[in-house]
Every structure is written in C-alpha cells, then in structure tokens.
C-alpha cells in the first residue's frame, strides 16, 4: 500500500518494525494508536493506508503530514482508528503472564486536518520537507474513551536550548499486527540530533515501514511531552538516517 511504504526508502524487507525494541505496555503509552486512512493505490482503487497516531485529547490525533496527504479524508473518506491495550492474566499460583496487544476501540469518522504551512492534501507525499510532516487530525466525532485513559501531552515551544531527556519512539506497526500480538513497540534514541524543525536518528533503533507518524516522546523538566513524529528512514550515497519532524511553537 502506498502510505505503508512511501518514504522508506531501501529498507530491508526482513526488518518490519521499530528494532530493536520492547513492548510499550505501560499506560503512558496508550495514545498511540493504529491509522487506517483511505487513499487510492497504484490502480486508482480505494484502500486503506496505514499509519501511527497520537491522542492528545480525545478529539484530537497528531500524525505525519504524508500519511493524510493524497487521501480521501478531504471528500468523502472517514478515518479508522483502532486503540488497544496490553491485557495480563494471573495464574493459579500468583504469577501473571501477558494476553498480548488487544484492541479494545474502533472508531470510524470523518475528520478536518491542519497541515503546516505550504502542506495540504494535494501535497505530494514524497516531497514533503522534514520540518513540514506533520498534521493535526481533528475527528468530526470524538473517541469515547475511559475518563482515566492518558492523553499525550504535547509541547508547543521551541526546543532550541531545552534539555530533551530519553527520547523514546512508539509504534504500533500494522505488519507487526499480522505476525505478532506484540505490536506495540518502543525505544529509546542514543544517538539523534535536533534541529529546529526535524531531527536525524542513526539509533542503535531504527524504524521501518509502517511505522510512518509514530510520536516521538522527550522528558522535559521531569514531564514526559510529546515533540514530533516520524517521517521515515533517509538515505545519502554516504548513509542513512532516521527522520522525525519537530513541530516547536508551531504547533496549535
């Protein structure tokens, strides 16, 4: 599907999610959630692409700006949200084991999206500078979601002379969805360097297809705030990189 693999350039097949990495089980993660959004593939049909996003309230999903470009949402297209859950069960003799990544919410509605500046639908999504790919989804019918349920919080400062702390990346890979019930995956980024309005990654992590829009998380001042998401993976003749867009006091 075009939104699965766009922008990940020459990554290799047998590496299908953010590696290496751990389950994201605690639920401080629980806003980031599964895309389906609708777009036409190589023959003019309507499928659904599939990328990350994140809550920030429950009317309100951040996600990469090549993901919503070229789509159906502008017409008549809905997007598909899936919110799961780790889940644990406890056997007989105390100790507990885990159930696996489940599902627990399927949203279906239509949305309005706000691009940043020279970003819109009709962007091609390929061409999309680092700085610009991101976009707030604003959902025409809010999730109902538990009154405990913890939204990101996102930081809408610039990060120019801020201490980022433990940059740690989310994904929930829809390839990984097929093949495991650890979908949910996350790591922290050792080796990133910040700019004002992208970072590169060469990580000991790195992402691959499907992990397009996954947040980027940062601990600022003891809080933990969410800073950008994922682009995709970048290459030069020399190297590759991962790429994340860094909204700063561009964000709403």
């Not at 080796?191 to 970072?199: C, E, L, T, V």
Request: proline share 5%; hydrophobic share 40%.
């Amino acid at each position: 599907m075009k939104k699965m693999i766009v922008l990940m350039m020459l990554v290799s097949l047998n590496s299908y999610a953010l590696k290496p990495s751990v389950a994201a089980v605690d639920k401080i993660w629980q806003s980031v959630v599964m895309l389906k959004i609708p777009g036409p593939d190589s023959d003019g049909d309507i499928v659904d692409g599939f990328c990350v996003g994140t809550l920030v309230n429950a009317g309100t999903i951040v996600t990469a700006a090549h993901c919503i470009a070229g789509s159906t949402l502008n017409s008549n297209g809905q997007i598909k949200i899936e919110v799961g859950e780790y889940r644990t069960r406890t056997r007989p003799d105390g100790t507990s084991y885990s159930l696996g990544y489940i599902k627990i919410l399927d949203h279906h509605t239509n949305v309005s999206v706000r691009f940043s500046s020279g970003t819109s639908f009709n962007s091609p999504a390929n061409r999309i500078s680092p700085e610009n790919d991101f976009a707030f989804v604003y959902l025409t019918v809010p999730l109902s979601l538990p009154a405990d349920f913890i939204f990101a919080n996102i930081w809408n400062r610039s990060i120019e002379n801020v201490s980022l702390m433990n940059p740690t990346l989310v994904s929930v890979n829809p390839i990984e969805y097929i093949s495991t019930n650890d979908t949910k995956q996350m790591a922290t980024l050792n080796q990133i360097k910040f700019s004002r309005g992208s970072a590169q990654s060469t990580s000991t992590s790195r992402v691959a297809p499907g992990d397009s829009g996954s947040p980027l998380f940062a601990t600022i001042n003891g809080r933990l705030y969410l800073i950008g998401v994922t682009k995709g993976l970048a290459t030069t003749f020399f190297s590759n990189y991962d790429v994340i867009a860094i909204w700063g006091e561009r964000a709403p």
